[in-house]
């Protein structure tokens, strides 16, 4: 047993927090793996297909993008959508 004070090392309430009840770190995991997800399907010649600002897009492994439909209801965020109730 030591004299002296005995050093605690502080950890930040944010990094105590589960990874996966955080909204942020969920959303930052979400568009890591959706990036790898459309970067391996490219590579393996498959069919690609996103929404962005309203409008369907399907984007082929040669590189042409389609538009399949122009106007549709928006996504919802992961806040809104783990925090209905």
């Known amino acids: 047993m030591s004299h002296?004070?005995?050093k605690i090392k502080r950890?930040?309430?944010?990094q105590r927090?589960?990874?996966l009840d955080n909204l942020?770190?969920?959303n930052?995991?979400?568009?890591?793996?959706?990036r790898n997800a459309r970067?391996?399907?490219?590579e393996n010649g498959a069919v690609v297909t996103y929404a962005k600002k309203g409008i369907t897009y399907q984007l082929n492994a040669?590189?042409?993008?389609k538009i399949i439909k122009k106007e549709h209801k928006a996504f919802p965020t992961i806040e809104e959508d783990l925090c209905q109730g």
């Open 28 to 34: 930052r995991l979400g568009r890591i793996a959706s």
């Open 11 to 14: 950890v930040r309430l944010r």
């Open 62 to 65: 040669d590189g042409i993008v």
């Open 24 to 26: 942020e770190t969920l």
């Open 4 to 6: 002296g004070k005995a």
């Open 39 to 42: 970067k391996r399907a490219l």
């Open 17 to 19: 927090k589960d990874p």
